[in-house]
């Protein structure tokens, strides 16, 4: 893979490789190099094992803190509680087994690339061989519908192009020829004396040496780079495992607290070590994968209705925190479709906005008459004429969409399209001028000539009308490089007729081809020429009358340009990474507002040592030209800067770079498999829009994961100022009391059951805030407890152990015999009711995001009252399993006021920071 196979002549390459060019191998020669070289597929190297796979998912951080949970809850003798965490831990590990085990497909979806059969010349004789039988030497011959089998060196190249969009990134297919090329360090897509295993040829025949096979090719080397990405873990399983670690610190050391205390106040050790234990469970938020699964499947499921599918739900948060969005251009950012944009004749330019381009037209409907007047009259409308009469495309109506699609050349079919638009089709216009003659295209004339009878003055196409006067019965129309038509030009056809060529048309002509080029176009010249005979000879092409020429790109997505606009409001960076022509990829950015500056390319980056590079990486936002590796690397030195990188692509070269992103995105109708299975996220409509929708969908996602843990670990932290403070007011006041422990063991865990599987699992519902999109993401350094939740977990809190403390103080000094227990219980609950409603938003008020715009969470809070009432009332609960009384409507009323002292003081919170600003 290291030899420069393009800078050798064919017979070079054949002479290299021992190759007769008129008999190919012997079987003898093919068997011995099969056996040196191997089979012509690609092997998967160091996959996990599903029995791997299936460990990893119950070794993290926070499912060992949950199983140790639910051991605690069987010594505790609750074993409903255990079975649930245990179920809960079996769902999200199961679901992550299936997840990553999918992913490890990519290297089987790249061997699908592999074609089945192919012909070679073996002994002299043209042979049909299974493809994975292939080596080094072989002759094979190749038609258009084939896939290229192998790298192959090009020795025979008939009008040969060939579509290498997966593995390039170019847009059309690449016309190939045999010379030899001068430079050893060419991007692949420049590389037109090659072909490479996967790609396919679209037109043409030729023959060509394999020159590689197996992992050696260039399919082979993406290979070797999707093998060694090593997975990392997500923004959100980095601070997951950091609140797991602290929480699972701070229980332990809350429990161990507990039990000295107690024991040193002359309690039982083995109730104070059931007690410990209680409190070490409370501490934990046992419903957090609970949440996170619920919260992650319900993002998944409304990025699904916006055409964003899922296939790692941790990727549905990863999305929220993205600073940087690397995008293919092909596809993604345009429409994936050759448009003509531009037409341009002596002395006018029409430029074709979007309103002539919107919809798709009909081939039934098309009609001349009707069709814009700009468009129809001459001489647009002869450029037209011509580029639908020297076409070899057709176009045919998909009957799944009804839309209309060219079958051929790209660029061909982007003509045709243009004139239907015009009101010109394909078959009328053959039907007045039936093509007789051609001179076919081919890469060294860079040009496609074709003869018609001149049309008779009842032909009724006003697009012909000016050939209806001409003197001889034959019209040849020739199409192609404008300079190469230049030079066989002289008379230029403008709105009097025929001009004699000048010093002055030839440079205007030229102006105008570069200044199209320099947008980034594909610029055909149209011309013709009357002929007397039906025949097609290199005489035909000399004489030429220059008629116009056309502008042709893959133009913007009309939706890009506000999803662009949206990225910069959110603070997210874009960078366009494309193997697509600098010129190109240039224009497009700047029409989207990525860029206003020029693109660096491969070669550029490959003459950067790390330093300069991602200096560059940091300052340049559009690349073109570049390979996989390159793909990878930049990728990477945004990594290593900081960013969470998100990275579009739909073909096989991006699929290296798709599995080192934080966030991979992979198109679902142009994507191959392989980067589809390389993905996270699946775009059901190619659509770039519908990234940012995602992002959108990430960033709720966060914030509601990041709502759920200040509001479970805020409760917990008051559960715990409960069990650890309820002795103090009665020391210090010198009272005598009759039970240390505040709380028993399973009237904790019914309060957790409530609080942080019930009442947390609603919290994953909440709508998006107003400003969601309109904020920097989150920083990938900062911590759950970032921008200032810690502390609102903090006194949150402590308000709800001290306000439900001075609730139990009282009530027990006042009713030394009543249910003072009981009080505590339900003063708890009902103050994590109205917590959960003040967690609902961090500065908006609940008046302002409005009480009822979650309706899962009013839901909730129903069932959690009548949970916490059939709790109090019905005696298989309140007597026999939790040890509570009946409380009257007094109590109930004090711990209402206490949830709202609670609300009243969150919303005075909300009050000042959005004052502060």
């Given at each position: 893979m290291d030899q420069h196979w393009h800078v050798l002549s064919d017979a070079d390459v054949a002479r290299t490789l021992a190759t007769d060019r008129e008999r190919g191998l012997t079987s003898a020669e093919a068997a011995?190099?099969?056996?040196?070289?191997?089979?012509?597929?690609?092997i998967e190297h160091g996959a996990k094992s599903p029995w791997r796979i299936l460990w990893e998912q119950f070794t993290a951080v926070m499912v060992l803190i949950l199983m140790g949970a639910a051991l605690l809850s069987l010594a505790l003798g609750k074993f409903l509680e255990a079975g649930a965490i245990v179920a809960i831990v079996a769902l999200f590990g199961l679901l992550g087994f299936y997840q990553e085990y999918r992913a490890e497909k990519a290297i089987a979806a790249l061997k699908k690339l592999a074609v089945p059969g192919v012909r070679v010349l073996r002994d002299g004789h043209p042979v049909n061989i299974s493809a994975r039988d292939l080596v080094p030497g072989d002759l094979v011959i190749l038609e258009a519908g084939n896939v290229v089998p192998a790298d192959v060196r090009l020795v025979v190249a008939v009008n040969l192009r060939i579509?290498?969009?997966?593995?390039t990134g170019e847009s059309e297919p690449v016309e190939k020829q045999v010379a030899p090329l001068a430079t050893a360090d060419l991007p692949l897509g420049d590389r037109r004396n090659m072909g490479y295993l996967g790609t396919l040829i679209t037109y043409g025949r030729g023959q060509a040496i394999v020159v590689e096979t197996g992992m050696q090719t260039e399919l082979g080397r993406i290979a070797t780079l999707i093998q060694s990405v090593k997975a990392e873990v997500t923004p959100l399983q980095q601070r997951l495992d950091a609140v797991g670690k602290l929480l699972a610190a701070g229980g332990l050391a809350v429990a161990v607290l507990i039990l000295i205390l107690g024991v040193l106040d002359g309690e039982s050790p083995e109730d104070m070590l059931l007690t410990a234990i209680s409190v070490a469970v409370a501490v934990i938020p046992e419903g957090l994968p609970a949440v996170l699964t619920f919260t992650l499947a319900l993002g998944a499921q409304r990025m699904l209705r916006r055409n964003a599918l899922i296939r790692k739900l941790p990727a549905v948060e990863t999305l929220g925190s993205v600073t940087t969005i690397c995008t293919d251009k092909t596809g993604t950012l345009t429409e994936n479709r050759m448009t003509v944009t531009v037409i341009?004749?002596?002395?006018?330019?029409?430029?074709?906005?979007?309103?002539?381009?919107?919809?798709?037209?009909?081939?039934?409907?098309?009609?001349?008459?009707?069709a814009p007047a700009v468009l129809g009259s001459t001489p647009i409308g002869l450029v037209l004429a011509g580029g639908v009469l020297c076409n070899d495309a057709t176009l045919t109506r998909q009957p799944e969409s009804n839309r209309v699609v060219a079958l051929g050349d790209p660029t061909e079919?982007?003509?045709?399209?243009?004139?239907?638009?015009?009101?010109?089709?394909?078959?009328?216009?053959a039907a007045a001028m039936p093509r007789v003659g051609e001179l076919p295209f081919d890469s060294d004339r860079k040009r496609m000539t074709t003869v018609h009878p001149r049309p008779a003055a009842t032909s009724g196409h006003a697009a012909l009308s000016a050939l209806e006067a001409l003197d001889t019965p034959y019209v040849a129309f020739t199409k192609g490089a404008v300079?190469?038509?230049?030079?066989?030009?002289?008379?230029?056809?403008?709105?009097?007729?025929?001009?004699?060529?000048?010093?002055?048309?030839?440079?205007?002509?030229?102006?105008?081809?570069?200044?199209?080029?320099?947008?980034g176009m594909r610029v055909?010249?149209?011309?013709?020429?009357?002929?007397?005979?039906?025949?097609?000879?290199?005489?035909?092409?000399?004489g030429l009358t220059f008629v116009g020429m056309v502008g042709i790109i893959d133009p913007p997505r009309p939706e890009v340009k506000d999803a662009v606009a949206h990225c910069v409001s959110a603070s997210i960076r874009l960078v366009m990474i494309t193997g697509d022509h600098p010129l190109t990829a240039a224009a497009i950015a700047r029409e989207l507002g990525i860029a206003s500056d020029g693109a660096l390319t491969g070669r550029d980056l490959d003459a950067l040592a790390d330093g300069p590079f991602a200096e560059a990486v940091g300052r340049v936002s559009v690349f073109a030209r570049v390979s996989p590796e390159h793909k990878l690397r930049i990728v990477h030195a945004l990594q290593q800067q900081g960013h969470v990188v998100a990275m579009t692509g739909d073909g096989v070269n991006d699929a290296p770079a798709l599995k080192q992103a934080d966030i991979g995105v992979a198109m679902g109708i142009a994507g191959t498999d392989v980067s589809k299975e390389a993905a996270d996220m699946v775009l059901r409509d190619d659509n770039f829009a519908t990234i940012v929708a995602a992002v959108e969908e990430g960033r709720v996602i966060y914030d509601n994961l990041r709502r759920f843990i200040k509001f479970a670990v805020a409760g917990n932290i008051g559960k715990v100022v409960v069990m650890?403070?309820?002795?103090?007011?009665?020391?210090?006041?010198?009272?005598?009391?009759?039970?240390?422990?505040?709380?028993l063991p399973l009237q904790l865990l019914w309060l957790n059951l409530l609080t942080d599987g019930l009442l947390g699992l609603s919290l994953g519902a909440e709508p998006p805030e107003h400003n969601v999109m309109h904020r920097p993401p989150h920083s990938p350094q900062a911590g759950i407890f970032s921008d200032g939740l810690g502390g609102q977990v903090v006194w949150t809190g402590a308000f709800i152990g001290l306000v439900t403390l001075a609730v139990g103080f009282v009530y027990y000094e006042r009713h030394p015999g009543g249910p003072w227990q009981t009080v505590i219980f339900t003063t708890l609950a009902v103050l994590q009711v109205f917590q959960c409603l003040a967690t609902r938003s961090s500065r908006d008020s609940l008046l302002t995001i409005g009480v009822f715009t979650n309706p899962v969470m009013l839901g909730t809070i129903g069932l959690v009252v009548a949970m916490q009432i059939t709790a109090l009332y019905a005696p298989f609960l309140s007597t026999s399993l939790l040890r509570v009384q009946p409380l009257g409507i007094s109590e109930?009323?004090?711990?209402l006021a206490a949830g709202l002292a609670l609300l009243v003081a969150t919303e005075a919170e909300k009050w000042w920071l959005r004052r502060r600003g």
């Open positions: 011995a190099r099969a056996a040196s070289h191997g089979p012509n597929e690609l579509q290498e969009s997966a593995l341009d004749v002596a002395g006018e330019r029409l430029n074709i906005d979007e309103t002539l381009r919107s919809g798709h037209p009909s081939l039934e409907d098309a009609d001349e008459a009707a079919g982007a003509l045709l399209i243009a004139a239907l638009r015009a009101g010109l089709t394909k078959e009328a216009l300079d190469g038509l230049l030079e066989s030009t002289t008379h230029i056809w403008t709105n009097g007729g025929a001009e004699p060529k000048s010093s002055d048309w030839t440079r205007r002509i030229l102006a105008a081809n570069a200044g199209l080029a320099g947008n055909l010249g149209v011309a013709f020429r009357a002929v007397p005979a039906a025949t097609a000879t290199s005489d035909t092409e000399r650890l403070a309820w002795p103090i007011p009665f020391v210090l006041l010198g009272r005598p009391l009759a039970d240390p422990v505040a709380l109930w009323l004090i711990a």
